[in-house]
Structures are given as structure tokens and as C-alpha cells.
């Protein structure tokens, strides 16, 4: 079965420093999607960033970057120059056929 | 405005009261789901509808029954709710289940509670 592991519950990082949040997947597939979602205290699914398997370049949105390992199936977040509003649970995701498959998710906390 | 959205935002019921969530989304998306969220389990899918007329199980299908007549709605419901579908609910929605399923639409989402 295509799982997604989340191996920390929670992260805390100072504001203006940055974190790297981590994710590895399981699949047989060799295209496939990959992406963050932030869900603030609103609930609200946030799309972050999104990775496309067959590119070789990791996907990058402002303050946002993935360090995509094909062959690892690693897939971790970094958050550079952190602000407040960044504190809330992130979610790892997977996507085949439609189905997302998400992680455990990681809830990050900002200290100012 | 692209959207998909959930009714009722916020619902507490009694057990084996029969309850329905209701999805719409405006995208003429072929493909939606419902998935439940849960601590320390993420989201994981209920069931999905690939078109009209055509629905099937996801990951925790138990306790739950869906429709989809028309291309817009699909709705979530619980004939007979237990304390355990107490949850967060989210539908989704996108245009089809091939590549362009990379592009997502979540609903706000719904926080039952079941008493």
C-alpha cells in the first residue's frame, strides 16, 4: 500500500530562521505528484508547493522549497526566514488517480 | 470564484441521528471525494466519485454512504452516527482522476461531533 510518513509530530523554529519539515513516501508508480498543504488554525487546506516526480529540479514558491529525493522518496519542506503566520499543521501529500494519501501532518511552531 | 463548499461548517448530533453534509463545487469537476481528518492520522479518504452516477469505497468507508446524481454535489452521509465519526471533514474536488488530478480543490470543511 502507497503510505506517507510524517516522522515529527511537531517542530518549532525561531522567527527569521529556518526549518526543514520531513516527509518519505512509498510508491512503485514513476510519475507521480507530490505536494505540502498548510492548514492554519482556520482548518483550511492550504496548497504550499507542489513537486512533479519526473522533474529533477525541486519546486520552489518564495520562501518555500523541497528537497525532492526520487530514489529516496524523500520529499522535505523548507521554510526559509520563518514568520508567525507560517505556525500551523503541515501535511505531506501524495496524489494517484485523483486519491491524495497524506502523512500524519507536523505541527510547527513559531517563536518570536 | 472557483470553489467547493461544505454545509454545515460546524454540526454536533446524537448518536443514530441521521445527518447530511453537503458538497457543491462550480469547476464541472469530473472527480470528488471526502476525507476525514483525524489526530496523528492525517486525512484519509472516505469514499470517491469518478463522474455521475459512479462511486466507490476509499480508505474508512464504514458508517458512511454517498450519491453523486448530479456533476456538482456530492454528499456525505450518516444514517446512523456513532461517537467515532466524530471528525473534521473535508470534500475535495478535481477535474479528473488522470494527471490533472494535481490540481485539488479543498472545501472549508466540517467538524462534527457526535454525542
Known amino acids: 500500500a502507497q503510505t506517507v510518513t510524517q516522522s515529527q509530530p511537531e517542530m518549532s523554529v525561531q522567527e527569521a530562521e529556518t526549518v526543514t519539515l520531513s516527509c518519505t513516501y512509498d510508491t512503485s508508480e514513476s510519475d507521480y505528484y507530490l505536494f505540502w498543504y498548510k492548514q492554519p488554525p482556520s482548518r483550511q487546506m492550504i496548497l504550499v508547493i507542489r513537486q512533479e516526480a519526473y522533474k529533477q529540479q525541486n519546486a520552489t514558491e518564495n520562501r518555500f522549497s523541497v528537497n525532492f529525493q526520487k530514489a529516496a522518496k524523500s520529499f522535505s519542506l523548507k521554510i526559509s526566514d520563518s514568520q508567525l503566520g507560517d505556525a500551523a499543521m503541515y501535511f505531506c501529500a501524495w496524489v494517484e488517480y485523483g486519491k491524495l494519501t497524506f502523512g500524519q501532518g507536523t505541527i510547527l511552531t513559531v517563536h518570536p | 470564484e472557483a470553489q467547493v463548499t461544505q454545509n454545515p461548517r460546524y454540526l454536533i448530533t446524537v448518536t443514530g441521528k441521521k445527518l447530511t453534509v453537503t458538497c457543491s463545487q462550480n469547476m464541472n469537476h469530473e472527480y470528488m471525494s471526502w476525507y476525514r481528518q483525524d489526530p496523528g492520522l492525517g486525512l484519509r479518504q472516505i469514499y470517491y466519485?469518478?463522474?455521475?452516477?459512479?462511486?466507490d469505497k476509499g480508505d474508512v468507508p464504514e458508517g458512511y454512504k454517498v450519491s453523486r446524481k448530479e456533476k456538482r454535489n456530492f454528499p456525505l452521509i450518516l444514517e446512523s452516527p456513532s461517537p467515532n465519526q466524530t471528525s473534521l471533514y473535508f470534500c475535495?474536488?478535481?477535474?479528473?482522476?488522470?494527471?490533472?488530478?494535481?490540481?485539488?480543490?479543498f472545501g472549508p470543511g466540517t467538524r462534527l461531533t457526535v454525542t
Open positions: 466519485s469518478m463522474n455521475v452516477e459512479v462511486t
Open positions: 475535495a474536488s478535481s477535474l479528473t482522476s488522470g494527471r490533472s488530478s494535481y490540481e485539488q480543490y
